[in-house]
């Protein structure tokens, strides 16, 4: 390894190349398969590549605050849902004043939430990715968290096995909670939204202290 | 002849900048932030990935004779069109595909690519846990980090705040585990 790193790196140009032709092509396919695929396909490329030139991990985020006192991905974090939510409370609004039904990720709040978010939890840090790093790893040629993947698909497939279960005796009891139903409009928007500052106040600040010890 | 060479080098810097440099974490987040808006106006549906790995695990599962058109999860509409649609009629499949081809472009025109080996058995242990208790998890929580945390929040769903701080409570745990057990 430290030969690899000693000599000088070369251009793998010629293969992108080659890679964006490819994925050119596949683009031009799915578009005959549907329209709506090709979306997909250039949005999972931009995010793909978004993710691996900011070298972005929720894991870390999550992570390095209470290890090592680092917050810049967690306040990284805070930034790019602070965006979404603008853009997505705009869509929603829209919707809701034309009568439609609200989009967005609205699912069961409740004690399975807990539950699976401290079970992913765990998993991220021991296999060193979360959903979107280990894709973006996987990119960038770690055998790792190929094997990673191939449990995280396993892991997947019997939960939703298991699913029922979970459903008849933990999920029956919650309800999705989308915060404008019980706040109003207004005040869950500019409400989240204050939060989300405190939050990143406080991970500066946390930072900051952590740094002068 | 000179103005052509330094025009030249500036093009390169420019060229480094977008294509070498790492972003700065913040350049990165507003980009993914407006990618998911993007990802809502245009299909519907903000950004997810490990429901269509239940799907994908699902196919392999069919492929050995199991029945997961009977299982629960699989009640739910929009996932029974995707098991039987099959992974090129599945957006999100597709995408998730993307995400790694993304990021194996972004690796080859930055000259970063490189396959990296397994460095000792520990790593192995901890991907083949790791990998399936995030999957368990996320079907239990109805998302991962990018379902449930990013895009949850962003909806103004509580279910995605619940998710971050069992998210961060885990990735202690986790991170207690790996000290006790992985590192030694």
């Given amino acids: ?213 | 002849m000179k103005n052509k060479e330094l025009l030249k080098e500036e093009l390169k810097r420019y060229a480094d900048v977008i294509l070498k440099e790492p972003f700065p974490y913040w350049f990165g987040a507003i980009l993914l932030g407006i990618l998911n808006v993007c990802l809502l106006a245009v299909s519907g549906e903000p950004w997810r990935i490990t429901t269509h790995f239940a799907h994908w695990g699902a196919w392999v599962a069919r492929a050995f004779g199991a029945r997961p058109e009977f299982w629960a999860f699989y009640d739910e509409q929009d996932n029974a069109a995707a098991l039987a649609g099959g992974f090129l009629r599945d957006g999100g499949s597709v995408q998730n595909l993307g995400i790694i081809a993304g990021a194996l472009l972004a690796a080859l025109l930055a000259s970063q690519f490189r396959f990296k080996k397994i460095k000792n058995y520990k790593q192995v242990i901890g991907a083949v846990i790791g990998g399936f208790l995030m999957g368990y998890g996320a079907r239990l929580a109805f998302g991962c980090n990018i379902g449930a945390l990013f895009s949850g929040i962003s909806s103004m769903s509580l279910h995605g705040w619940i998710f971050m701080a069992a998210m961060s409570a885990g990735a202690y745990l986790g991170s207690r585990l790996l000290i006790k057990f992985f590192l030694y």
């Fill in chain 1, 1 to 213: 390894m430290k030969e690899f790193t000693l000599t000088r790196k070369k251009s793998q140009l010629p293969y992108a190349m080659v890679l964006l032709l490819i994925l050119v092509l596949f683009g031009i396919y799915l578009s005959r398969v549907g329209k709506i695929l090709a979306v997909r396909w250039i949005f999972g490329i931009a995010f793909g590549f978004v993710l691996q030139r900011s070298r972005f991990c929720f894991t870390a985020a999550v992570r390095d605050p209470v290890l090592t006192g680092n917050t810049s991905l967690f306040r990284a974090v805070l930034i790019a849902t602070t965006v979404a939510m603008v853009g997505f409370s705009y869509i929603q609004f829209a919707a809701h004043l034309s009568g439609c039904p609200v989009p967005g990720m609205i699912k069961p709040a409740g004690v399975h939430t807990l539950l699976g978010g401290i079970i992913f939890g765990i998993g991220a840090v021991l296999s060193g990715g979360c959903a979107s790093g280990t894709l973006m790893r996987v990119g960038e040629g770690h055998l790792v968290n190929m094997i990673a993947l191939v449990f995280f698909i396993a892991g997947s497939a019997a939960g939703a096995y298991h699913f029922g279960w979970f459903k008849e005796n933990i999920i029956k009891f919650a309800r999705p909670v989308f915060l404008p139903d019980i706040l109003g409009w207004g005040a869950a928007f500019f409400g989240q939204l204050a939060f989300l500052l405190i939050l990143y106040w406080l991970a500066l600040w946390w930072d900051y202290n952590s740094r002068a010890e």
